[in-house]
Nanobody, 115 residues
Framework: QVQLVESGGGLVQPGGSLRLSCAAS????????MGWYRQAPGKERELVAT???????NYADSVKGRFTISRDNDKRTLYLQMNSLKPEDTAVYYC?????????WGKGTRVTVSS
């Protein structure tokens, strides 16, 4: 089993920045693809960004140029740097990781963008 714990969410004004972290622990051999997803009120969960173990990144069009995903394999931590935040970025952000075909999820951290 792999446990994922997100942190770093909060309330921020439009145009502001936040950095989310996701700490992985448990029976970790090699985490392949890791990613961030989000779910806004009344909407389905959607992809924000993913990063493979080789560093290859993929972003949703809505966050390209504003968000940066990164990972520190030694620290077993995934990050999401979010800049130029908009009210439509308001959501619960979830961390996701794949290991040998098993997919794990964190419980989420809430991000609210509002003046």
């Amino acid at each position: 089993q792999v446990q994922l714990v997100e942190s770093g969410g909060g309330l921020v004004q439009p145009g502001g920045s936040l950095r989310l972290s996701c700490a992985a622990s448990g029976s970790i051999v090699k985490l392949n693809v890791m990613g961030w997803y989000r779910q806004a009120p009344g909407k389905e969960r959607e992809l924000v960004a993913t990063i493979r173990s080789n560093g290859w990144r993929n972003y949703a069009d809505s966050v390209k140029g504003r968000f940066t995903i990164s990972r520190d394999n030694d620290k077993r931590t995934l990050y999401l740097q979010m800049n130029s935040l908009k009210p439509e970025d308001t959501a619960v952000y979830y961390c996701n990781a794949d290991q040998n075909g098993m997919v794990y999820w964190g419980k989420g951290t809430r991000v609210t963008v509002s003046s």
